[in-house]
């Protein structure tokens, strides 16, 4: 074991035996079954699935905002379970990046502006912030747009905004709900392509829903849920 990381897991992601239900009816719907899943500092998962098989609600476990049933959700080394509401809200502030299916940028701020909010909202000093974001929008190719509101902005720059503001906190978690879902198909790879490369450069854990199986070429893991249930389609980590 290195000695420079006491911590077994890490700066990653650790699912352990995680089962969600939700209300449904008189019974309880079964969205997650039993799901165990180990994302590496420094990798890219990729998880497939058909419509309602489960995805948004792992990533959602994953980012904590939602509270398994049963089972073990690990952060950066901190179990989610045995952390307060606000000891939770500062973990995924300081340690976990999420981008939702559309950009949601906000309307009035320029692109710097975004990513300096966040840095902002985790009490960063805000010299720094902004030298850092300026990096973080050139590292998407959005360098031109730094100043521009998000109304200038093609889909797919959007989405670089939101994935570069995701960052902006050095997150050991990145977790991606369907990015390329408005976008066509060779935007959407070059995308998925920035966010491989990013997730190598950054050593970020990084988890990525899509429905596009184009995109797992990109992926060090590929993982398929299906009706809750998460199985491995390839994998290059160990
Ligand atoms: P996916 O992202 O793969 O489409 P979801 O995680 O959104 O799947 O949904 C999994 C299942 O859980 C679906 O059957 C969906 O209808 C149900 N579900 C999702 N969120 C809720 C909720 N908040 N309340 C009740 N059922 C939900
Ligand atoms: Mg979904």
Not at 79 to 84: G, K, M, Q, R, Y
Not at 212 to 219: I, R, T, Y
């Given at each position: 074991m290195s000695t420079d990381d006491p911590r077994p897991s890490g700066g990653g992601l650790l699912l352990t035996d995680v089962t969600l239900t939700y209300p449904d009816g008189d019974g309880r719907l079964t969205a997650l079954d039993r799901v165990s899943l180990t994302a590496a500092p420094g990798t890219l998962t990729a998880v497939v699935g058909p419509s309602g098989s489960g995805k948004s609600s792992l990533l959602a476990v994953a980012a904590t905002l939602t509270a398994p049933d049963t089972g073990q959700v690990v952060v950066a080394g901190h179990?989610?379970?045995?952390?307060?509401a606000g000891e939770r809200a500062r973990l995924r502030r300081a340690s976990i990046g999420i981008v939702f299916q559309?950009?949601?940028?906000?309307?009035?701020?320029?692109c710097v502006e975004q990513l300096q909010v966040m840095a902002h909202l985790d009490g960063r000093r805000a010299a720094g912030a902004r030298a850092r974001a300026l990096d973080l929008l050139d590292r998407v190719g959005i360098a031109d747009h730094?100043?521009?509101?998000?109304?200038?902005?093609?889909g797919g720059q959007r989405q670089r905004v939101n994935i570069a503001r995701a960052l902006m906190n050095e997150p050991s978690v990145l977790l991606i709900d369907?990015?390329?879902?408005?976008?066509d198909h060779e935007r959407g790879a070059a995308v998925v392509s920035l966010l491989a490369e990013l997730t190598h450069a950054t050593g970020t854990a990084t988890v990525m829903v899509t429905h596009?199986?184009?995109?797992?070429?990109?992926?060090d893991q590929a993982l398929e849920v299906i009706d809750g249930r998460l199985g491995v389609l390839s994998s290059t980590t160990t």
């Open positions: 179990d989610a379970a045995t952390l307060s559309q950009p949601n940028l906000l309307a009035s701020l320029t730094a100043k521009h509101r998000p109304h200038r902005l093609s369907e990015p390329t879902s408005a976008l596009d199986h184009s995109h797992l070429v990109h992926a």
